[in-house]
């Protein structure tokens, strides 16, 4: 079985998309493109530029998030205007010719590639699709698996918690995505073991729910920033060592593979070493813009993840339909199915669905059933 562990669909990017209102959506959007590796040029004339513009430096909360006209357009772009002109960031594919991915898109994409299944992350700038992803697996439930997601640093609010156990209960979810970039909203104002975090890290081990985190560098944006959140989260998993966690994104090779190879410092390792933890094996939404398919430099990694913490802890994962702006959703795959000579066919078969689908209970029948 082939399972990819991430994967998004969601309505038009015009609306709220689950959010509370469509500014809050697009607030969203203009929060999640402040750092992109997403290409972005001028209108006029397709001179290259950046978006810089979109905040100030030095606040990073929505605070910062400057007025220039931030729109959704069409073909994949995200639009903005300063100084009178037109700017363009190419954050999904040309060929999506409306900012909409209904599941049947997935379906599709995944009939042609080859995946049995996948699991849809939710959140942010994607929207709130707690309730569509709910639906989804409903309506195909060989095929799709959903998370749930809330604002982040209101986590341990009781409204949040609220919204948790209706996604549990009646919505038959059974893991949440967080992002912790997504703290910007509220100026990042807590870490992680803060207490007011407390009552939702203990709800999630309670009801044994999969915590699918992406970790960020934010509010600094260099590694002592990315540290910090791994060390906070350390202490977490001190006080929940049962928390089931699905770290989204593979590491950040800015920071731990400035050479090439990676090389984790022992305090996340640690966080690494987790039991039960997977980490996502998901290259080219990051590098699929500056390496070549079928991506070398990012077979290397694999094998040093491999090595240091053994393949049974890796799930690939693609960031469907974002990925396509950089290959196809085929390639995303190929890079590990087809290449990786020096994974063994068993290591294949845990990386590409296997792990994945264990994880999360998929294909036995039952989902992640809560602990006792």
């Not at 799709?144 to 997601?149: E, I, Q, S």
Request: with cysteine.
């Amino acid at each position: 079985m082939i399972v990819d562990c991430h994967a998004h669909i969601f309505t038009h990017w015009i609306g709220a998309c689950g959010h509370p209102t469509r500014d809050i959506h697009k607030r969203y959007l203009q929060r999640v493109v402040t750092r992109t590796v997403a290409s972005t040029f001028r209108v006029s004339d397709g001179a290259r530029a950046d978006t810089k513009a979109l905040f100030r430096a030095g606040d990073e909360g929505w605070t910062g998030l400057a007025n220039v006209d931030f729109r959704v357009g069409r073909f994949g772009q995200l639009e903005f205007t300063r100084d009178g002109e037109d700017y363009a960031i190419q954050y999904m594919p040309v060929g999506m010719q409306e900012m909409t991915a209904p599941p049947e898109l997935m379906l599709a994409q995944m009939m042609n590639a080859g995946v049995d299944h996948c699991l849809l992350q939710a959140g942010g700038g994607y929207g709130a699709m707690t309730e569509m992803n709910a639906f989804a697996e409903r309506q195909y439930p060989e095929r799709m698996t959903g998370l749930m997601h809330v604002d982040e640093a209101m986590a341990g609010q009781a409204g949040a918690l609220a919204e948790i156990d209706h996604a549990f209960e009646v919505l038959k979810l059974r893991g949440l995505y967080f992002n912790v970039d997504s703290l910007s909203r509220h100026g990042f104002p807590w870490p992680l073991d803060a207490p007011q975090m407390e009552p939702f890290w203990e709800k999630l081990a309670r009801l044994g729910l999969v915590l699918c985190i992406e970790f960020s560098s934010g509010p600094s944006y260099d590694l002592a920033g990315y540290m910090a959140h791994i060390a906070a989260f350390g202490r977490v998993l001190d006080r929940h060592p049962g928390l089931r966690v699905h770290l989204a994104m593979s590491p950040p090779v800015a920071w731990f593979a400035k050479n090439g190879r990676y090389e984790f410092p022992e305090e996340l390792l640690r966080v690494y070493r987790h039991e039960p933890l997977v980490l996502e094996v998901v290259f080219p939404i990051t590098y699929g813009g500056i390496w070549d398919y079928p991506y070398p430099e990012a077979q290397t990694l694999i094998a040093d993840m491999r090595d240091q913490l053994g393949a049974e802890r890796l799930v690939w994962g693609s960031d469907m339909p974002n990925v396509e702006r950089f290959c196809t959703y085929k390639q995303s795959l190929d890079y590990v199915r087809r290449y990786c000579p020096f994974l063994t066919a068993r290591e294949k078969d845990l990386i590409l669905g296997d792990t994945c689908a264990a994880f999360y209970g998929i294909g036995s029948g039952k989902r992640a059933s809560p602990v006792a």
